[in-house]
């Protein structure tokens, strides 16, 4: 296995199984100190910059809280448009990224143009870790949401799961990239317009990823064990900032109702969204025994700290 010390944490498509589950050992590991709503000083003496290009909350302050619960030191921003690297000089990736590297130990960037943070990393001599780039990937993400799955079901093999949205976001790119070192299979429902792309079909194949498409959630949720969800109401991730406007209904053959639950679904499936969530997901189905994103916006904490511990060399 490789080590991740200085290693940049960019994609899930170069991860294998057990880098994967080095990560979660260190999250059982780590655990307890998040859920005990304490602070450690295992990264006492590190600092964490976040270059947040585009707004996030979970991702942002999980990623910033997780550092705090090791007893390490934040700085950053949330709005570029606040710094000089958006503001009327639009600073180069290279100026800006030779520049930060002197304030931390490790790089926490998010940003609209798909390979952004791969650019930076390429600058950069100290880690950095991949929180959304476009239409790209969400590597912290996705393995939150497998950290997730394993802690609720006990396995990530022998699954079926039901990916439901817009296959250009990341987060679906990110999952089918890693279930390609899992015994599982994926059921893909989304609109024709938002479908994934025939070069990224392409890839899946070359890696092995058994997937399959299908035209509504409810023509395939009795077979699966994880329901995972993001909007198809969706804001354009190649821009920086998107203000709302007028916004369409989730179709219903996109959406997962708690009827669709209870008439349906496995009783023993679970549903997880990353949010913020539009209609696709009623607030009706929080009350409901298969609702794990709540436990998923906790494991984020948890997640963040393994890899900080682990890219900084804490944890070996």
Same mark, same amino acid.
């Given at each position: 296995?490789?080590?991740?010390?200085?290693?940049?944490?960019?994609?899930?498509?170069?991860?294998?199984?057990?880098?994967?589950?080095?990560?979660?050992?260190?999250?059982? &590991?780590?655990?307890?100190?998040?859920?005990?709503?304490?602070?450690?000083?295992?990264?006492?003496?590190?600092?964490?910059?976040?270059?947040?290009?585009? $707004?996030?909350?979970?991702?942002?302050?999980?990623?910033?809280? #997780?550092?705090?619960?090791?007893?390490?030191?934040?700085?950053?921003?949330?709005? #570029?448009?606040?710094?000089?690297?958006?503001?009327?000089?639009?600073? @180069?990736?290279?100026?800006?990224?030779?520049?930060?590297?002197?304030?931390?130990?490790?790089?926490?960037?998010?940003?609209?143009?798909?390979? #952004?943070?791969?650019?930076?990393?390429?600058?950069?001599?100290?880690?950095?870790?991949?929180?959304?780039?476009?239409?790209?990937?969400? $590597?912290?993400?996705?393995?939150?949401?497998?950290?997730?799955?394993?802690?609720?079901?006990?396995?990530?093999?022998?699954?079926?799961?039901?990916?439901?949205?817009?296959?250009?976001?990341?987060? +679906?790119? @990110?999952?089918?990239?890693?279930?390609?070192?899992?015994?599982?299979?994926?059921?893909?429902?989304?609109?024709?317009?938002? @479908?994934?792309? !025939?070069?990224?079909?392409?890839?899946?194949? #070359?890696?092995?990823?058994?997937?399959?498409?299908?035209?509504?959630?409810?023509?395939?949720?009795?077979?699966?064990?994880?329901?995972?969800?993001?909007?198809?109401?969706?804001?354009?991730?190649?821009?920086?900032?998107?203000?709302?406007?007028?916004?369409?209904?989730?179709?219903?053959?996109?959406?997962?109702?708690?009827?669709?639950?209870? &008439?349906?679904?496995?009783? @023993?499936?679970?549903?997880?969204?990353?949010? $913020?969530? +539009?209609?696709?997901? !009623?607030?009706?189905?929080?009350?409901?025994?298969?609702?794990?994103?709540?436990?998923?916006?906790?494991?984020?904490?948890?997640?963040?700290?393994?890899?900080?511990?682990?890219?900084?060399?804490?944890?070996?």
């Amino acid at each position: 296995m490789r080590s991740f010390l200085g290693r940049d944490i960019l994609s899930l498509k170069d991860f294998e199984r057990n880098e994967f589950e080095r990560v979660f050992e260190v999250c059982d &590991e780590l655990a307890p100190i998040a859920k005990n709503r304490r602070n450690t000083d295992l990264l006492a003496h590190k600092t964490l910059l976040t270059a947040f290009y585009q $707004p996030s909350t979970r991702t942002r302050m999980s990623t910033e809280a #997780a550092m705090h619960r090791l007893g390490g030191h934040v700085l950053g921003f949330s709005d #570029a448009k606040m710094t000089r690297a958006g503001d009327f000089y639009q600073e @180069s990736m290279k100026d800006t990224i030779h520049m930060l590297e002197f304030y931390a130990d490790v790089i926490a960037m998010r940003h609209y143009q798909q390979g #952004a943070p791969a650019e930076a990393a390429q600058w950069s001599s100290v880690p950095v870790i991949n929180c959304g780039d476009g239409w790209g990937e969400h $590597p912290t993400q996705v393995l939150t949401d497998l950290y997730t799955i394993k802690g609720e079901l006990g396995t990530l093999d022998g699954l079926t799961y039901l990916l439901v949205g817009d296959m250009r976001m990341r987060t +679906m790119h @990110s999952i089918l990239y890693a279930l390609s070192q899992f015994d599982a299979k994926a059921y893909v429902v989304g609109p024709p317009e938002m @479908s994934l792309l !025939p070069e990224f079909k392409e890839e899946l194949d #070359a890696l092995n990823v058994v997937y399959e498409e299908a035209a509504s959630t409810a023509d395939v949720i009795s077979e699966c064990d994880v329901i995972y969800m993001e909007p198809v109401v969706q804001a354009d991730y190649t821009q920086s900032r998107v203000e709302r406007g007028e916004v369409g209904l989730t179709p219903e053959a996109y959406q997962v109702t708690r009827t669709l639950m209870r &008439e349906k679904a496995k009783r @023993s499936s679970i549903i997880l969204h990353s949010l $913020p969530r +539009m209609d696709e997901l !009623p607030l009706d189905v929080d009350a409901t025994r298969h609702q794990r994103y709540w436990v998923e916006a906790f494991n984020g904490v948890v997640l963040r700290m393994a890899l900080l511990s682990l890219v900084t060399g804490a944890m070996e």
